[in-house]
T-cell receptor, first 115, second 111 residues
């Protein structure tokens, strides 16, 4: 619907597992974002990529490792997560230059449960 | 960085009433003021936005008003309907292309 897709939509993983979240957009945007949304907490910006270069890392633990191979794809690699990492992980994209509106387009999110 | 406060955190209204959510920000360079709506099981989606050279914008039952002097902008929803029930976020944008999201307002419209 929004032009941003995320897979998988739901993920259950143990603390010793390694998994990856995928995000894809074909809107021609140059900036892509990962957010974490926990219950009763605000949206937390995790990482920002602009033209495939990481421009923001908001003190995210190293057990979260982002990858942006091109402007259309964004990954979040997960390993040795903790139960408190259980949350909805949202990907977004936006234009990043000129006089554009900077509206963010969000994917539906991946609901992650760490057991 | 930008400090954003959004009030109230929860708003409960009867169907047909009006709802107003306020967002205050700190960065005087902010020039883009959007409101997002997040329904259950979905990511936030833009519902209305305003730029710094405009004081008010309307789109059917929703409107956004901006007071740059006081550094706040508000979302107004008239004739609320049950399908307006959702979480609403403001996300003012300052000098960077990266917005700062408010903590969200949970709007509940009772039939």
């Amino acid at each position: 619907e929004t032009g941003v897709t995320q897979t998988p939509r739901h993920l259950v993983m143990g603390m010793t597992n390694k998994k990856s979240l995928k995000c894809e957009q074909h809107l021609g945007h140059n900036a892509m974002y990962w957010y974490k949304q926990s219950a009763k907490k605000p949206l937390e910006l995790m990482f920002v990529y602009n033209f495939k270069e990481q421009t923001e890392n908001n003190s995210v633990p190293s057990r979260f490792s982002p990858e942006c191979p091109n402007s259309s794809h964004l990954f979040l690699h997960l390993h040795t997560l903790q139960p408190e990492d259980s949350a909805l992980y949202l990907c977004a994209s936006s234009p990043s230059g000129g006089q554009s509106s900077y509206e963010q387009y969000f994917g539906p999110g991946t609901r992650l449960t760490v057991t | 960085g930008e400090n954003v406060e959004q009030h109230p955190s929860t708003l409960s209204v009867q169907e047909g009433d009006s709802a107003v959510i306020k967002c205050t920000y700190s960065d005087s360079a902010s020039n883009y003021f959007p409101w997002y709506k997040q329904e259950l099981g979905k990511g936030p989606q833009l519902i209305i936005d305003i730029r710094s050279n405009v004081g008010e914008k309307k789109d059917q039952r929703i409107a956004v008003t901006l007071n740059k002097t006081a550094k706040h902008f508000s979302l107004h929803i008239t004739e609320t309907q049950p399908e307006d029930s959702a979480v609403y976020f403001c996300a003012p944008k300052g000098g960077s292309y990266i917005p700062t999201f408010g903590r969200g307002t949970s709007l509940i419209v009772h039939p």
